[in-house]
C-alpha cells in the first residue's frame, strides 16, 4: 500500500487508515463478548492483510471497548506494535458521567487530557500513543492547559504527535501559537456525499443555502502541512447498499454512479468512494470503519485507482446534487 507522510511528523503512514471505532461492540458497559472480540480480531486482521498501519482509535469509542479489544491483537503478534502506528483521541465526554447531572459536553482541561491518554495506554496495552487528537473544539479551551498537557505526555514518551479532529483553521491558529508540538493532523467528516471541506470554495460569493462553512480549513491545513483525514470515507455506507431512512434522489443517483465506475473498473464501490477522496491533491488520508473484512479489501482497492479529472468532477457533481457555479 503507498505510504504518505503525516504532516511534519516523522511517520510514514498508508494513505488509507482504519477506523476503530466498532470493534468493542455494544455502546454502554457491558464486558465485552466473546462473538465481539473473534470478529474484532478478524476486522483488524484483514486491515493488517491488505498492509494497513495506521490504526484510528478514540476514548469514547464504545465506552473504551474498542481500545480495549484491539489490544488483544497483541498476544497473536507480540512484536506488530513497532510496525503499526496508533492514533486516539480525547476531549468528549458523556452525559450522566461522573454524575447524573453532568451534561454532554466537550472537555480540553489539563486533567482530562492527561487522564484520558492513561485510560487509553491502559486499554490498549501500550507506552505511548504515536498520535494524540483533540476530539472536537472546546469552547472553554483554555490553550496554556492543552500547552501544560501535551508538553507532560510528549516529556514523558507517552505521546510522539499532537493534532485536532472536527476543527476549523482559526481553531487550530489559536492553539498552534500556545504549543510547543507541531499539530500534524486534522480529522474531519468528509466523503462524497458531504462535502462541505470543498464547496466552500468551489461556491463562494454565490447564493447558495446549503454551503457550509469551513473558513478556509483545507487550505490552511495544506499551508501549513497539516494532514487531513476524513471521518465517514465509506459515507456511512448510503452509496454502497444502505440506503437513509428517508429517500433521497441524490443519494440514489450518486450510488448509482459510483457502481457504474466500479463495474468499469471490475472493484467494488467502495474503491471508488475511497479513490475520489485520494485524488485530491491535499493528500487526505481516508479513515474506513467497516468491521466486514470483505469491504476492508474492497475500500483498499482504492489505492490502485486512478480517477481522471472528469470522472472525479462527475461524482463531486452528483455527491453535491447540484451543478457547479
Same mark, same amino acid.
Given at each position: 500500500?503507498?505510504l504518505q507522510?503525516?504532516?511534519?511528523?516523522?511517520?510514514?503512514?498508508?494513505r488509507i487508515?482504519?477506523?476503530?471505532?466498532?470493534?468493542?461492540?455494544?455502546?454502554?458497559?457491558?464486558?465485552?463478548q466473546e462473538?465481539?472480540r473473534?470478529?474484532?480480531a478478524?476486522?483488524?486482521?484483514?486491515a493488517?492483510?491488505?498492509g494497513i498501519?495506521?490504526?484510528d482509535?478514540?476514548?469514547?469509542y464504545?465506552?473504551?471497548?474498542?481500545?480495549?479489544v484491539?489490544?488483544?491483537?497483541?498476544?497473536? #503478534?507480540p512484536?506488530?506494535?513497532?510496525?503499526?502506528?496508533?492514533?486516539?483521541?480525547?476531549?468528549?465526554?458523556?452525559?450522566?458521567?461522573?454524575?447524573?447531572?453532568?451534561p /454532554?459536553r466537550?472537555?480540553?482541561?489539563y486533567?482530562?487530557?492527561?487522564?484520558?491518554?492513561?485510560?487509553?495506554?491502559?486499554? @490498549?496495552?501500550?507506552?505511548?500513543?504515536?498520535v494524540?487528537?483533540?476530539? $472536537?473544539p472546546?469552547?472553554?479551551v483554555?490553550?496554556?492547559?492543552v500547552?501544560?498537557?501535551?508538553?507532560?505526555? /510528549?516529556?514523558?514518551?507517552?505521546? $510522539?504527535?499532537?493534532?485536532?479532529?472536527?476543527?476549523?483553521?482559526?481553531q487550530?491558529s @489559536?492553539?498552534q501559537?500556545?504549543? $510547543?508540538?507541531?499539530?500534524v493532523?486534522?480529522?474531519?467528516a468528509?466523503?462524497l456525499?458531504?462535502?462541505?471541506?470543498?464547496?466552500?470554495?468551489?461556491t463562494?460569493?454565490?447564493?447558495?443555502?446549503?454551503l457550509?462553512?469551513?473558513?478556509?480549513?483545507?487550505?490552511?491545513?495544506?499551508? /501549513?502541512?497539516?494532514?487531513?483525514?476524513?471521518?465517514?470515507?465509506?459515507?456511512w455506507?448510503?452509496?454502497?447498499?444502505?440506503m437513509?431512512?428517508?429517500?433521497?434522489?441524490?443519494?440514489?443517483r450518486t450510488?448509482?454512479l459510483v457502481a457504474?465506475? #466500479?463495474?468499469?473498473?471490475?472493484?467494488?464501490?467502495?474503491?471508488?468512494?475511497?479513490?475520489?477522496?485520494?485524488?485530491?491533491?491535499?493528500?487526505?488520508?481516508?479513515?474506513?470503519?467497516t468491521?466486514?473484512?470483505?469491504?476492508?479489501?474492497?475500500?483498499?482497492?482504492a489505492?490502485?485507482v486512478e480517477?481522471?479529472?472528469?470522472?472525479?468532477?462527475?461524482?463531486?457533481?452528483?455527491?453535491r446534487g447540484?451543478?457547479?457555479?
Amino acid at each position: 500500500m503507498k505510504l504518505q507522510q503525516l504532516g511534519s511528523s516523522d511517520l510514514q503512514v498508508t494513505r488509507i487508515a482504519y477506523g476503530c471505532m466498532p470493534l468493542g461492540g455494544a455502546w454502554d458497559y457491558t464486558p465485552i463478548q466473546e462473538r465481539t472480540r473473534r470478529e474484532a480480531a478478524r476486522s483488524i486482521r484483514a486491515a493488517l492483510d491488505q498492509g494497513i498501519n495506521f490504526f484510528d482509535h478514540a476514548d469514547i469509542y464504545t465506552m473504551g471497548k474498542s481500545e480495549e479489544v484491539f489490544s488483544e491483537i497483541w498476544q497473536q #503478534a507480540p512484536h506488530l506494535r513497532g510496525d503499526i502506528y496508533l492514533q486516539s483521541k480525547c476531549g468528549i465526554r458523556w452525559g450522566g458521567e461522573p454524575d447524573a447531572t453532568s451534561p /454532554h459536553r466537550f472537555d480540553f482541561s489539563y486533567e482530562h487530557i492527561v487522564r484520558s491518554v492513561e485510560g487509553s495506554l491502559r486499554r @490498549l496495552q501500550t507506552d505511548y500513543l504515536d498520535v494524540l487528537l483533540l476530539h $472536537r473544539p472546546d469552547p472553554l479551551v483554555e490553550p496554556e492547559e492543552v500547552a501544560r498537557a501535551f508538553d507532560e505526555l /510528549h516529556q514523558a514518551g507517552k505521546v $510522539r504527535w499532537f493534532g485536532v479532529s472536527n476543527h476549523t483553521a482559526a481553531q487550530i491558529s @489559536l492553539l498552534q501559537k500556545y504549543l $510547543r508540538q507541531r499539530i500534524v493532523a486534522n480529522q474531519v467528516a468528509f466523503n462524497l456525499i458531504h462535502t462541505f471541506l470543498i464547496d466552500e470554495g468551489i461556491t463562494f460569493n454565490q447564493d447558495n443555502p446549503r454551503l457550509a462553512r469551513n473558513l478556509g480549513t483545507l487550505e490552511y491545513c495544506r499551508e /501549513h502541512n497539516i494532514s487531513l483525514q476524513s471521518w465517514g470515507s465509506l459515507a456511512w455506507g448510503h452509496l454502497t447498499g444502505k440506503m437513509p431512512e428517508q429517500p433521497d434522489e441524490r443519494i440514489t443517483r450518486t450510488a448509482a454512479l459510483v457502481a457504474e465506475m #466500479a463495474r468499469q473498473r471490475n472493484v467494488a464501490p467502495e474503491a471508488i468512494l475511497v479513490a475520489w477522496i485520494l485524488r485530491l491533491p491535499a493528500h487526505i488520508q481516508a479513515v474506513i470503519g467497516t468491521r466486514d473484512p470483505g469491504r476492508i479489501a474492497a475500500a483498499c482497492l482504492a489505492d490502485d485507482v486512478e480517477l481522471d479529472r472528469e470522472e472525479w468532477y462527475r461524482l463531486f457533481t452528483a455527491g453535491r446534487g447540484e451543478s457547479l457555479p
